[in-house]
């Protein structure tokens, strides 16, 4: 995963984007967190939606034609947006997490996941992640998931 371009998340802002150095060019020594941020924050598309009638499939097309039907790009996150900060709505959320991140326990660049997610006020709720890597480093970071920043 060395040499892919970098992106950075912005708790503030709510968004990623690409990572600079001193210099004012494009870092690409990043690739471990671009790999999660990629992974939470791209739409996958919502399996409980009628292929035929929901009028917001979202998702990325090429998940379509995956050789193996559970082998999708990106998360749910974004079908939390209207949902209620509730203790059974976070544990949902907790298993969103750990769905869209567990390509990395399959394709062994990753040796355990595990997330948390607890209430930060009405409207944010904050992911932990604890990722150790395959050349056993450990990566934390925590992310505050806004409803109204999942749009």
Same mark, same amino acid.
């Given at each position: 995963?060395?040499?892919?371009?970098?992106?950075?998340?912005?708790?503030?802002?709510?968004?990623?984007?690409?990572?600079?150095?001193?210099?004012?060019?494009?870092?690409?020594?990043?690739?471990?967190?671009?790999?999660?941020?990629?992974?939470?924050?791209?739409?996958?598309?919502?399996?409980?939606?009628?292929?035929?009638?929901?009028?917001?499939?979202?998702?990325?097309?090429?998940?379509?034609?995956?050789?193996?039907?559970?082998?999708?790009?990106?998360?749910?996150?974004?079908?939390?947006?209207?949902?209620?900060?509730?203790?059974?709505?976070?544990?949902?959320?907790?298993?969103?997490?750990?769905?869209? *991140?567990?390509?990395?326990? %399959? /394709?062994?660049?990753?040796? !355990?996941?595990?997330? +948390?997610?607890? &209430?930060?006020?009405? =409207?944010?709720?904050?992911?932990? *992640?604890?990722?150790?890597? %395959? /050349?056993?480093?450990?990566? !934390?970071?925590?992310? +505050?998931?806004? &409803?109204?920043?999942? =749009?």
């Amino acid at each position: 995963m060395d040499g892919l371009i970098a992106l950075v998340y912005d708790n503030d802002t709510y968004q990623a984007d690409l990572a600079l150095d001193e210099n004012g060019l494009i870092r690409q020594d990043g690739a471990f967190e671009t790999a999660v941020i990629i992974s939470l924050y791209s739409w996958a598309r919502d399996p409980e939606a009628n292929k035929d009638e929901a009028p917001q499939k979202f998702g990325w097309w090429g998940s379509s034609f995956a050789d193996d039907e559970n082998d999708n790009f990106g998360s749910l996150l974004w079908t939390y947006r209207r949902s209620k900060n509730t203790p059974a709505e976070r544990s949902r959320l907790n298993g969103t997490l750990q769905d869209a *991140l567990a390509w990395m326990l %399959a /394709d062994e660049v990753a040796e !355990d996941v595990a997330t +948390e997610t607890e &209430r930060f006020d009405l =409207q944010v709720v904050a992911g932990k *992640l604890s990722i150790t890597r %395959a /050349d056993g480093k450990r990566w !934390d970071s925590i992310w +505050e998931i806004q &409803r109204d920043a999942i =749009q």
